[in-house]
């Protein structure tokens, strides 16, 4: 079997992509007491063989967005723990699947698609997933309606399920990184809002986050921005990747959607920081993503805070 189909029927990825880099930072195969390279994408390996991944990082997420985000938490030192978190463009869930191993409580993740959730994310009773909604026009209204639709539908999303909330928790917290737990006194800690339920004591879905994470694509995060900061906590916290290629016009980017003018990411950057004074954000971090991007565009992080009451 080939050696990329073989990794995800075994589970040890969960797309084609996710093998093939996984193949790119090493994989062996036992063969006769002999620990054989993977060269290339295609290699035919035995079904049964015993393998071994000499770089497991990018499997540790449903997605390679997850170290892009987990990268991100470190840079900026923000610990996630116990967090209500919302997940703008949640695609396959690779921020999901970070934010939920680094300790978040709860993620409603927002797309414009559907069926792209990774099937172990959608079946966490952490995860609210809405789907087919364009985040530009997000209001609380359809956040509620889709809990309500949750629980109604299939009983399974309860956030007032304490024990089974705790115990999962727990279990993230076994696989958390480390290196990043050790950052709890750097950065914006001392900034980071209590954590409380979205779930108020009469039975309401309140839709307001401590954090908001965001990774769009085929559209300026300055169209949406607006929509969702409303449902930023006071204190809360702002962490999106950026795409340059986004948030210019069509002229201002290379063939082949690559931005080729290094003068361009200034631009960007004073675009989105003016963005975010606007809607009552002090930017605190600016930064190249730690993990490049897949095409070969520059992507960076912007980090804000939500100071005061929200609008």
Known sequence: MRIDQLLVQRGLASTRSQAQRLIAGGVQWLQNDVWRKVVKNGDDVPVDAELKLLDDSEARYVSRGGLKLEAALRQVGLTVDGLQCLDVGQSTGGFTDCLLQHGA?????????????HPQLRGDPRVLCVESLNARSLEAADLIAAYEDSIGAEGQFDLEDEDERDDAALDQDASMDDSLAQDDDAGLDDDEPASADLVSSDGAFVPEFDLIVA????????????????????????????????????????????????????????????????????????????????????EFFICAHQTGAVD
């Open 105 to 117: 409580a709860m993620v409603v993740g927002v797309d414009v698609g559907s069926a792209q959730l």
């Open 215 to 298: 990774d769009l694509s085929f559209i300026s995060q300055t169209l949406v921005l607006p929509a969702v900061v409303r449902l930023l906590k006071a204190g809360g916290t702002l962490l999106t990747l950026v795409k340059p290629q986004f948030e210019l016009q069509p002229g201002q980017v290379g063939k082949g959607g690559i931005v080729k003018d290094a003068s361009m990411y200034g631009l960007v950057e004073q675009r989105l920081r003016e963005c975010c004074t606007e809607l009552g954000l002090t930017v605190t971090h600016w930064f190249d993503s730690p993990i490049a991007g897949g095409d070969g565009n520059r």
